[in-house]
């Protein structure tokens, strides 16, 4: 072997590196960035459940069977949009689905896009979700089997570093997709609150599926609007649910730059057998 | 800062461990801002991971740090600010090794992420390729060839360079 250039590369190593020292307060900078990284999945979270919110919400109140609201959301045009949404809910409902969530944050720019994927049985409270990590390879997974959570986290070389966590579960854990519990078919109740305060307006929008548009209170923020659209498959099910929300948050008195979310989240694979392994822990 | 309790020992890690870990970082993107910047994204990968990471945290950062900068995290956002080519000087003025040991590092930045990464862990952190293979989390024969590779490809990026005026990078005699 050739050492000459090897001693270079050591030497030149040396002298690039040899005395550096750190003067920046990297630590700070990271835990800025942290922070900034668990608001915007905060964000994302609310939109993902309110997204659901606004397709699943309105069985509870039009058709399901949880209590009617005592202010029940605004509707918009016909009242036959409002019942066929209803419909493709109580479809949609206690089966097996396929689901992806992707998320870009619009007012980022250069922001990663991300994807999160799985697939959930409430009847037998078993399921997974997949989110990848947006700056680098790894990945971060839940598996539920039979209401028993497990969560685990990969780096870059792939390997899944498994913990499992006592008790029992009936709902997918989003923390590496949306940071939150989505509770879509395991807890709607608690989503619908939210929408049925704020009102919601349902419309056709005139491609078979629902136009929604909704302002919702939330704390620490001044504003936060959510618009977006329901598509439904061949069975009446929903089977996309997109949309965009805009959030202001407030911190100190003063009103934040715009948070502009758009989420896109797909239901598919209805009734499929939903089979997930037992991982190492 | 309440964030800063939750990561205990983490702010004690970085002040006896940051300039380590931030001459890895610089040598595997080319620049300090980009090295600083690298950091701590690593940094945050691991407050994302504190509850699932156990003891060896500065092991755990150093692997994250590699990870990410062959993974290119933002390639598509930040190029390495070197030069695009390494031109030698046009006469020889006694500094030829010195000027030749800083363009083997403006070369290095031009490799491929994981060429770059394997050769600053044999020849920066001294690692024998098991345990580079390690760090990267690949074979032992990823290791050789991407060292093989990397070496040939500073040795073309090179070749108009001389240690002295009789021997140039392939070791013949002029």
């Known amino acids: 072997m050739n050492t000459d250039i090897e001693d270079q590369l050591i030497a030149g190593m040396h002298e690039r590196v040899g005395g550096i020292t750190l003067t920046t307060d990297v630590l700070?900078?990271?835990?800025?960035?942290?922070?900034?990284?668990?608001?915007?999945?905060?964000?994302?979270?609310?939109?993902?459940?309110?997204?659901?919110?606004?397709?699943?919400?309105?069985?509870?109140?039009?058709?399901?069977?949880?209590?009617?609201?005592?202010?029940?959301?605004?509707?918009?045009?016909?009242?036959?949009?409002?019942?066929?949404?209803?419909?493709?809910?109580?479809a949609?409902?206690?089966?097996?689905?396929?689901?992806?969530?992707?998320?870009?944050?619009?007012?980022?720019?250069?922001?990663?896009?991300?994807?999160?994927?799985?697939?959930?049985?409430?009847?037998?409270?078993?399921?997974?979700?997949?989110?990848?990590?947006?700056?680098?390879?790894?990945?971060?997974?839940?598996?539920?089997?039979?209401?028993?959570?497990?969560?685990?986290?990969?780096?870059?070389?792939k390997k899944v570093v498994w913990q499992r966590y006592p008790g029992k579960q009936n709902k997918l854990n989003y923390d590496g997709a949306l940071s939150g519990t989505l509770g879509a078919s395991a807890d709607p109740a608690s989503m619908l609150a939210a929408l049925r305060q704020a009102g919601a307006t349902i419309t056709d929008n005139g491609a078979g599926g629902f136009h929604f548009s909704v302002k919702v209170k939330t704390p620490g923020a001044q504003s936060d609007a959510l618009t977006g659209d329901v598509t439904l498959d061949g069975d009446k099910r929903i089977a996309k649910v997109s949309y965009q929300r805009t959030i202001v948050w407030v911190k100190n008195g003063k009103a934040q730059s715009p948070v502009d979310l758009r989420v896109t989240l797909r239901l598919s694979d209805y009734g499929k057998p939903v089979e997930v392994t037992k991982p190492t822990v | 800062m309440r964030w800063k309790r939750r990561f205990e020992g983490l702010d004690t890690l970085?002040?006896?461990?940051?300039?380590?870990?931030?001459?890895?970082?610089?040598?595997?993107?080319?620049?300090?801002?980009?090295?600083?910047?690298?950091?701590?994204?690593?940094?945050?990968?691991?407050?994302?991971?504190?509850?699932?990471?156990?003891?060896?945290?500065?092991?755990?950062?150093?692997?994250?740090?590699?990870?990410?900068?062959?993974?290119?995290?933002?390639?598509?956002?930040?190029?390495?600010?070197?030069?695009?080519?390494?031109?030698?000087?046009?006469?020889?003025?006694?500094?030829?090794?010195?000027?030749?040991?800083?363009?083997?590092?403006?070369?290095?930045?031009?490799?491929?992420?994981?060429?770059?990464?394997?050769?600053?862990?044999?020849?920066?952190?001294?690692?024998?390729?098991?345990?580079a293979a390690e760090v990267l989390g690949c074979s032992v024969g990823t290791v050789k060839s991407s060292a093989s590779r990397g070496l040939a490809r500073l040795r073309e990026l090179t070749a108009d360079w001389e240690v002295d005026n009789t021997r140039n990078w392939n070791g013949a005699t002029l």
């Open chain 1, 28 to 90: 700070a900078g990271a835990g800025r960035r942290h922070q900034r990284r668990i608001a915007i999945r905060r964000t994302a979270y609310a939109a993902g459940v309110l997204g659901l919110a606004g397709a699943l919400g309105i069985t509870a109140t039009t058709g399901g069977g949880a209590p009617r609201s005592q202010t029940p959301p605004a509707v918009a045009g016909a009242e036959s949009a409002n019942l066929r949404l209803a419909a493709a809910i109580a």
């Open chain 2, 14 to 131: 970085v002040a006896e461990r940051g300039s380590a870990l931030l001459a890895t970082a610089v040598l595997l993107t080319g620049s300090r801002a980009a090295g600083e910047d690298l950091l701590q994204a690593a940094l945050e990968r691991l407050m994302r991971r504190w509850g699932g990471v156990h003891g060896d945290l500065e092991g755990y950062l150093r692997r994250t740090l590699y990870h990410l900068a062959i993974d290119q995290w933002r390639s598509r956002r930040r190029r390495p600010e070197v030069l695009a080519e390494v031109e030698p000087p046009g006469q020889s003025d006694g500094t030829d090794e010195l000027h030749l040991r800083q363009a083997l590092m403006q070369a290095l930045v031009l490799l491929p992420p994981r060429q770059r990464a394997v050769l600053v862990l044999r020849y920066w952190e001294q690692c024998n390729e098991a345990e």
């Open chain 1, 92 to 157: 949609s409902e206690n089966i097996s689905y396929r689901v992806s969530v992707s998320t870009h944050v619009a007012s980022v720019p250069g922001s990663p896009d991300w994807t999160a994927e799985g697939a959930f049985d409430p009847t037998k409270a078993t399921g997974y979700l997949r989110a990848p990590y947006t700056e680098g390879p790894g990945f971060r997974e839940e598996r539920l089997i039979n209401g028993v959570r497990y969560a685990g986290d990969a780096g870059g070389d």
